[in-house]
C-alpha cells in the first residue's frame, strides 16, 4: 500500500511490472520525486499523528502542530528509536490491525518487534525485486536464499521479489553451507544470497571442492569488509553485491548495483536523512517510512553511519546512494585519536600476519591519558613487535589524522595478546568498545 499521490504515480506512470519499474528508478526527474517525497511525507505525519498513541504524544510533548509539518525539519528533535520500540507497548505503534510481525534482534539481546501488513510486505519485496532485476536477476535464472528464516524479514521479502520477476527462487532458511553445497549443482542455482560470514563458509568449502557458474551473489544482513568480498568474488567468479536492511525498515532499503558503489536507496518507500554530521558528512542513516500504515516509523534512528555519495551513478539509476556503512551509531567513539568507526580497525588490522580474525579494540582511560587498546589473538609464533609494527604502519598509511595525533601525545596506543578463543563472539561482534567512565 502506497500513499494516494504515490499510488496514483505508480499506476499511471510506471504500472506493474518490474522492468517498468527499473526503468522510472532511471527516468524520474529529482525535481518530481522530491516532490513525491515530500507530499507522501506529509501524509504519513498526518496519518500517524492520528492513529500511533507514541507518536501523537511525541508531538504534544513538543507541542508540534502534525498539519503544519512540513518536513522533517518541522518535527525538531522528535525521533523514533530501538530503545523506543523496546520500551512501549506494540499498541502503542500500531495503526491499523496487523497481518505479520517480525523480530530483530540488538545487541542487548530483546528483539524489537515490527507490524506489517500483507500489502506492505508485498510492496518492499517490489523494490527489492526491482533493485535485482537492475543487478541482472532474470526469468531463468535460479536463486537460492540462505537468509535466517524464523522471525527474520529478509527471506520472505526475497522470496516475494523473486515471485515477483518470476524467477525461480529457494528460499531455504540458513542451514549449515555444506547442505546447499550439495545441492548446488542439482538444482543449478546461478544467484546465491546469503549473510556475508555464511558466504564465506559456503565459499571455503567450494573452493576447496570445486564451484559451479553463479552469475551474481547478494549479500546482506551485516556489513562485509572488502576482504570477505574479495576473497567470494575470486573464488566463485562472480560479482558480489551488497544489500542493506534492517525488520524496521521491512527488509531492504538499499543495494548497490554493479557499479558496486555505495546502495541506492529505496525513495519510492523511505524518505531519508543523514543527521548530526561530522565534518566529512558521515551522521546516522534516519528513515520515515512513507507507505507503511500498519506501523509506521517516523523519523526512525537506524544507528547505521554513512554519508551520502553525491553525483549520478554509472549504472543509470537516480535513486540516491549512501556510502558503505561505517559502523553503528553506538559503536563510533570519539577519543583522543580522532572520531573512530569499526570500519577504521578492520582496515588496519587487515594483512597484518600472526594474528586470529577475532579482535577487539578498546578505548580506555588512565588518568586524563585516553588509550586506544588492540586486543588479538596471536595464531602460531606471533612476534608482538611485528605485530606492532603492521599497525603502526598501516594506522601511518591508512589515517594519517589518527596516526599524527597520536604522534603530538594525544593518546597512547597498547596492545594486549589474548588466549585464542577468548574474543570468539556471537552473532554481531562488537570491534570497537569505549570503556571509559562517566
Ligand atoms: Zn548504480
Known amino acids: 500500500m502506497l500513499t494516494a499521490a504515490v499510488r496514483t504515480f505508480e499506476r499511471i506512470a510506471i504500472g506493474d511490472s ?195 557458474p553463479v552469475k551474481l551473489i547478494m549479500a546482506a544482513g551485516d556489513r562485509m569488509s572488502g576482504v570477505y568480498r574479495d576473497y567470494v568474488q575470486k573464488v566463485w567468479n562472480s560479482p558480489v553485491v551488497l544489500g542493506y536492511g534492517s525488520t524496521e525498515a521491512g527488509g531492504g532499503v538499499g543495494m548497490e548495483c554493479r557499479a558496486r558503489c555505495g546502495y541506492h536507496l529505496d525513495e519510492f518507500n523511505f524518505l531519508f536523512e543523514i543527521v548530526e554530521p561530522d565534518g566529512d558528512g558521515y551522521g546516522e542513516l534516519v528513515m520515515t517510512t512513507l507507505a507503511r500504515r500498519t506501523q509506521p516509523l517516523i523519523r526512525y534512528r537506524m544507528r547505521d553511519v554513512t554519508r551520502w555519495i553525491e553525483g549520478r551513478c554509472a549504472c543509470g539509476v537516480r535513486l540516491r546512494r549512501i556510502a558503505p556503512i561505517k559502523g553503528r551509531r553506538d559503536e563510533m567513539v570519539v577519543m583522543g585519536a580522532g572520531n573512530l568507526h569499526p570500519e577504521m580497525f578492520e582496515r588496519i588490522l587487515h594483512g597484518v600476519e600472526g594474528i586470529a580474525d577475532h579482535w577487539q579494540v578498546a578505548v580506555r582511560q588512565e588518568g586524563v591519558r585516553d588509550i586506544l587498546e588492540f586486543r588479538l589473538e596471536p595464531t602460531d609464533g606471533i612476534r608482538l613487535p611485528a605485530v606492532q609494527e603492521a599497525v603502526f604502519r598501516n594506522l601511518e598509511n591508512l589515517y594519517p589524522e589518527v596516526w599524527a595525533n597520536h604522534q603530538c601525545g594525544m593518546y597512547r596506543l597498547e596492545f594486549r595478546l589474548l588466549a585464542p578463543g577468548t574474543l570468539e563472539q556471537g552473532r554481531k561482534p562488537r570491534r570497537l568498545v569505549d570503556e571509559r567512565q562517566g
Do not use: M
Open 18 to 212: 518490474i522492468p517498468s519499474l527499473v526503468k522510472w528508478g532511471k527516468r524520474v526527474p529529482t525535481a518530481l520525486a522530491d516532490r513525491l517525497q515530500r507530499q507522501a511525507f506529509r501524509e504519513v505525519v498526518l496519518y500517524t499523528a492520528r492513529r500511533q498513541p507514541f507518536f501523537a504524544r511525541r508531538l504534544r510533548e513538543r507541542g508540534i502542530d502534525p498539519s503544519r509539518v512540513r518536513t522533517p525539519a518541522d518535527l525538531g528533535d522528535v525521533y523514533t528509536s530501538a530503545e523506543d520500540l523496546l520500551r512501549w507497548p506494540a499498541e502503542d505503534f500500531l495503526c491499523r490491525a496487523p497481518q505479520a510481525v517480525f523480530e530483530s534482534t540488538g545487541t542487548s539481546g530483546a528483539p524489537k518487534r515490527v507490524y506489517f501488513g500483507y500489502d506492505e510486505l508485498e510492496a518492499s519485496a517490489r523494490h527489492e525485486a526491482a533493485a535485482l532485476y537492475q543487478n541482472g536477476v532474470r526469468p531463468g535464472d535460479r536463486v537460492v536464499c540462505a537468509f535466517d528464516g524464523g522471525y527474520w524479514i529478509s527471506s520472505w521479502v526475497t522470496f516475494r521479489a523473486c515471485q515477483q520477476i518470476g524467477v525461480f527462487c529457494s528460499a531455504i532458511g540458513k542451514p549449515h553451507p555444506r547442505e546447499l553445497y550439495q545441492r548446488l549443482a542439482v538444482y543449478r542455482y546461478n544467484v546465491i544470497i546469503a549473510d556475508p560470514t555464511w558466504l564465506v563458509s559456503l565459499s571455503e568449502i567450494a573452493a576447496a571442492r570445486g564451484t559451479v
